[in-house]
Nanobody, 124 residues
Framework: EVQLVESGGGLVQPGGSLRLSCAASGFTFGTYDMSWVRQAPGKGPEWVSAINSGGGSTYYADSVKGRFTISRDNAKNTLYLQMNSLKPEDTAVYYC?????????????????WGQGTQVTVSS
């Protein structure tokens, strides 16, 4: 059974930082591309970032480029999202996700496997 478990969310002041983690199990993590997707209150899902299976290629939405960094540790079956210079508009539930065929298309958010999400709130 595929499981994705996010952690690391919380309340942070504008300009602060958080690092999200996504622990994966039930599939061969190192062969799957991965994405982060977020959903703000009252809004639809927004793709945030993606990384290929080996970690050598990364992709970002324009809204987070230069502030967020996606990475992965295939030995630990874990995906990360380092978020710096956080803004109130980054407030959302953040999900890690992937597709059953192991491939994700940057910019999209239609995936087969999702975690339960972790809340990030940026507020003073």
């Amino acid at each position: 059974e595929v499981q994705l478990v996010e952690s690391g969310g919380g309340l942070v002041q504008p300009g602060g930082s958080l690092r999200l983690s996504c622990a994966a199990s039930g599939f061969t993590f190192g062969t799957y591309d991965m994405s982060w997707v977020r959903q703000a209150p009252g809004k639809g899902p927004e793709w945030v970032s993606a990384i290929n299976s080996g970690g050598g290629s990364t992709y970002y939405a324009d809204s987070v480029k230069g502030r967020f960094t996606i990475s992965r540790d295939n030995a630990k079956n874990t995906l990360y999202l380092q978020m710096n210079s956080l803004k109130p508009e980054d407030t959302a539930v953040y999900y890690c996700a992937t597709d059953r065929d192991g491939m994700v298309v940057p910019g999209t958010y239609i995936y087969d496997y999702w975690g339960q999400g972790t809340q990030v709130t940026v507020s003073s």
